[in-house]
């Protein structure tokens, strides 16, 4: 079955705009978390959504923002872009959102450029 | 707070020599622990979990509650095993959120 895609692949962004980022999940899967991955703070959760809910936060601003549509398809937000939010966002999908029983499958990442 | 700590960001080892990459984590209540691993130009991928108490391709890691370790080890390393590993922790009900370490480049040499 198709893995989790995440669109777009690469985006550049200069200060102070917005930026959407899509994630569609594998088909099945209810669950959709995203992280943010950079060289200095290494992979943190940002938000996992299931049925439309935002279910869990991670330690990000109110700028970061996401929703889960019918489909299960995700998309995530950031607002007021600074030159930090440069990195790779990951998007991950599972049938529940818990580990230890489910496995979450890793999309591509987005590389997202703020300049 | 949960943290997961790897101390090598790079372990170089031989072909056929052991491999033991090292996760330490702090955490006051009972972890679920994980091993990923993300191959060159692949996306991250769970390796193995404890809870499964199983070894994937050739890899075995046991939780030490005592020392709060959870090490990969296996025990002749192959060069396709040259890849990025990260350890993860998720707390019990804690949906959908994986805590991860920094990361291990393990190089396998041939």
């Known amino acids: 079955k198709a893995g989790v895609t995440q669109t777009p692949r690469y985006l550049i962004k200069t200060r102070g705009q917005q930026v959407t980022l899509s994630c569609s999940p594998i088909?099945?899967?209810?669950?959709v978390s995203w992280y943010q991955q950079t060289p200095g703070q290494g992979l943190q959760f940002l938000f996992e959504y299931f049925s439309e809910t935002q279910r869990n936060k991670g330690n990000f601003p109110g700028r970061f923002s996401g929703r889960q549509f019918s489909n299960s398809r995700s998309e995530m937000n950031v607002s007021t872009l600074e030159l930090g939010d440069s990195a790779l966002y990951l998007c991950?999908?599972?049938?529940?959102?818990?580990?230890?029983?489910?496995?979450?499958?890793f999309g591509p990442g987005t590389r997202l450029t703020v300049l | 707070a949960q943290r997961v700590t790897q101390p090598e960001k790079l372990l170089s080892v031989f072909k056929g020599a052991p491999v033991e990459l090292k996760c330490n984590y702090s955490y006051s209540g009972s972890p679920e622990l994980f091993w990923y691993v993300q191959y060159s130009r692949q996306r991250l991928q769970l390796l193995l979990r404890h809870i499964s108490r199983e070894s994937i391709k050739g890899f075995t890691a046991d939780l030490n509650k005592g020392e709060t370790s959870f090490h990969l080890k296996k025990p002749f390393a192959q060069e396709e095993d040259s890849a990025m590993y990260y350890c993860?922790?998720?707390?019990?009900?804690?949906?959908?959120?994986?805590?991860f370490g920094q990361g291990t480049t393990l190089q396998v040499k041939p």
């Open positions: 991950a999908s599972s049938l529940a959102g818990a580990p230890s029983t489910d496995t979450q499958y």
């Open positions: 993860a922790l998720s707390r019990s009900g804690n949906t959908g959120k994986l805590i």
């Open positions: 088909s099945g899967h209810r669950s």
